[in-house]
């Protein structure tokens, strides 16, 4: 990523319809064991969202662990109303986006993330206290 940015406005750099922001990160999520389920693609006219999103599913465990690296790269958690069940991960613009996937696979390279756990089988309830609120909404974790 870094060495696209250094040739031209990291803005207009694409992957395949990807912003490279937003590729970066759906790459790095992937990478630490998130699985990516969406994204804005991109600003242009099949853009579903205002800014930079990428949608997975993270565990309790993974979000726990993303959390100060989310915050330390000006980025944000959300949950969406079409997607309750996933976390959304936004910025401002897309240089925060690869801010966040440069500072995820750094970090995992001196704090691994967690074991993947999700959690029990879908007979099975599942318990209160695996849920976790954002902007007044649950979403499930283990």
Do not use: K
């Not at 599913?57 to 993303?66: T, V």
């Amino acid at each position: 990523m870094a060495a696209l940015a250094e040739h031209g406005d990291v803005a207009s750099v694409s992957l395949c319809g990807l912003e490279l922001g937003v590729a970066g990160l759906t790459y790095a999520l992937a990478a630490t064991g998130c699985v990516p389920a969406a994204s804005c693609r991109s600003h242009a006219e099949h853009s579903w969202a205002e800014r930079p999103v990428v949608v997975a599913a993270i565990d309790r465990a993974h979000a726990g662990w993303l959390q100060p690296l989310v915050q330390r790269s000006s980025c944000g958690f959300d949950l969406d109303h079409n997607r309750p069940e996933f976390l959304t991960i936004h910025a401002q613009s897309i240089t925060e986006m690869m801010d966040l996937a440069a500072v995820i696979l750094a970090e995992a390279e001196h704090d691994p993330p967690p074991p993947l756990c999700w959690g029990p089988s879908s007979e099975d309830e599942q318990r209160v206290e695996d849920r976790i609120e954002v902007d007044g909404q649950q979403a499930l974790f283990d």
